[in-house]
């Protein structure tokens, strides 16, 4: 049956608003979805008239999808939302997501591959590449359908990035983007990829409008790639061809490729935090039963120094752990004196790579407990259950926050923790964030590879007096929340 063309605003990712898990009578109960990307595009909120287009991601949201008969829409309880699940056959979604999202793209982007032995580029990845393209013209088909005349389609992340290509050549008439919630590689390290998968992934985002990403940076590489591999056309701005950003700087930044007789625009929005959403819920009875609990853990009179982050490899949470080591070992006089509070959510578990990386943050932060633990003093409070409201609780108690990752596309972490801290807390920050661009000026800006330098620096977080870790945190949090996410999708929208 044919689908009546209904919306003029689609969003596309693959994770959706909701996730359902069915029960033994059958009955769908919904769950909010989780992650940065999904945070920042619930703010769309039920009164935008758009369509959220995502994948069914287990049993409970195959259920809920054919449930939804031809409409196609609004599987279950969707919170207001309208949502199309699409479907997708157990081993194309796996093939796609845990084969080339998760273990590819997000590895070249994240620079997350131990290069002499990896990666491995074999017949199992040929036929991993083909479930991705299939997976992705399953999203190019739902949102043709979906779509009334020149409606405007935002594509979202890597698990979608041949979307855009695919869309036009079914539905000329769209206005598309694509927006990165990832790093973008250089093209040294991107042209670790074959060379028609490096160009395919490029030549599908050059499908839309508009390419947009957090930050500059990963905008930048992104032009850099599409010039190195296709041999594109940079309009950068200040060239005197009047194509500049509009800003009048002249700062030389990429605002467009051109490429086949196309122009693709290039977007920077930097994802911000939701102050009003953070500091409501941040007061919440649940929230304030897990401070006391957290503060009898940690015990009077010690200092704390928090991170939250998914288990994920790019988070870098051994390397953490490791300088907390060096900080005892270097500076016995924090001994007994500080609790490090590490929340390490699971994330991906049908990798490998991440079990094994769960097991070894876990083994570390067991070793520094059996090395320097005492009667009374447990250094490291290592917590793996996934719990939102005991985050907020974290962030408002702690003295310092630890956000180190290898490569992150922006952290939301380093953005929230100043909006709910109470007393002020000391942001030790990894250069290689996204949030680096905004929070540089007020954080303690580390290299994450360097051990030592992240031990000194958490030292220094430490011994900041109030005053000086009040002020800085004020201006953390003005710059944390300049653009929030209903503003970021907004200004998405408007732009494309
Ligand atoms: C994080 C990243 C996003 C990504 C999401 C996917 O939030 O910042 O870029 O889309 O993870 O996570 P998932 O759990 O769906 O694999």
Redesign the pocket.
């Known amino acids: 049956m044919a689908v009546p063309r209904t919306a003029p605003i689609l969003v596309a990712s ?2 959706g608003p909701v996730s359902y898990t069915l029960g033994e009578d059958g009955s769908l109960t919904a769950r909010r979805g ?4 999904v945070s920042g595009l619930s703010a769309i909120g039920p009164d935008a008239n758009a369509v959220w287009v995502c994948a069914a991601l287990g049993e409970g949201d195959r259920a809920a999808a054919r449930r939804a008969g031809d409409s196609h829409l609004n599987p279950g309880d969707t919170g207001g939302q309208q949502v199309r699940m699409l479907d997708i056959a157990p081993d194309v979604f796996a093939a796609a997501y845990n084969g080339i999202a ?1 273990s590819v793209l997000w590895f070249i982007h994240h620079l997350l591959y131990q290069t002499p032995v990896e990666p491995v580029f074999d017949a199992e990845f040929a036929d991993q590449w083909a479930a991705y393209e299939a997976y992705n013209a399953a999203f190019a088909d739902a949102l043709a359908e979906e779509a009334v005349d020149e409606a405007a389609v935002l594509v979202q ?1 890597y ?1 979608l990035a041949l979307v855009p290509a695919m869309l036009r050549e079914r539905r000329p008439d769209l206005r598309i983007g694509h927006f990165s ?2 790093p973008w590689a250089p093209p040294d390290y991107y042209r670790l990829l074959p060379d028609e998968v490096a160009a395919g992934v490029l030549r599908g985002i050059l499908g839309g409008d508009r390419a947009a990403f957090l930050t500059e940076r990963w905008a930048g590489a992104f032009a850099d790639c599409c010039a190195a591999v296709l041999g594109a056309e940079i309009v950068r701005d200040g060239d005197g061809d009047g194509d500049g950003d509009g800003d009048g700087n002249g700062d030389g930044a990429a605002t467009a490729v051109r490429f086949e007789g196309r122009e693709t625009r290039l977007g920077v929005h930097g994802l911000g935090a939701d102050a009003d959403f953070l500091r409501q819920r941040s007061r919440q009875a649940d929230v304030d039963e897990r401070l006391t609990s957290l503060r009898a853990q940690i015990g009077p009179d010690r200092k704390s120094i928090v991170r939250v982050d998914r288990t994920e490899l790019s988070k870098n949470i051994v390397r953490g752990l490791l300088a907390y080591r060096q900080l005892l070992e270097t500076h016995p006089e924090w001994r007994e004196r500080v609790v490090h509070v590490a929340f390490a959510y699971p ?2 578990q049908d990798l490998a790579v991440y079990r094994d990386y769960t097991e070894r943050v876990r083994r570390i932060a067991e070793e520094i407990n059996a090395e320097y633990g005492t009667e009374g003093w447990t250094p490291v409070a290592l917590h793996v259950k996934d719990d939102f409201a005991r985050s907020l609780a974290a962030y408002r108690l702690a003295d310092v926050a630890l956000v180190n990752p290898i490569r992150d ?1 922006m952290n939301l972490v380093a953005k929230e923790v100043p909006v709910v801290s109470e007393r002020g807390c000391a942001l030790v920050l990894s250069r290689e964030a996204g949030a680096y661009a905004e929070l540089g000026d007020d954080a303690l800006v580390v290299n994450p590879y360097d051990v030592e330098a992240t031990a000194r620096a958490l030292d220094a977080a430490l011994r900041m007096s109030d005053g000086e870790r009040a002020d800085r945190t004020k201006r953390l949090a003005a710059a944390a929340t300049a653009l929030p996410p209903q503003a970021w999708f907004l200004a998405q929208l408007r732009a494309l």
Do not use: P, V
């Open positions: 693959n994770r989780g992650g940065g990307l998760n992340d698990h919630h990832t994330s991906r596309g």
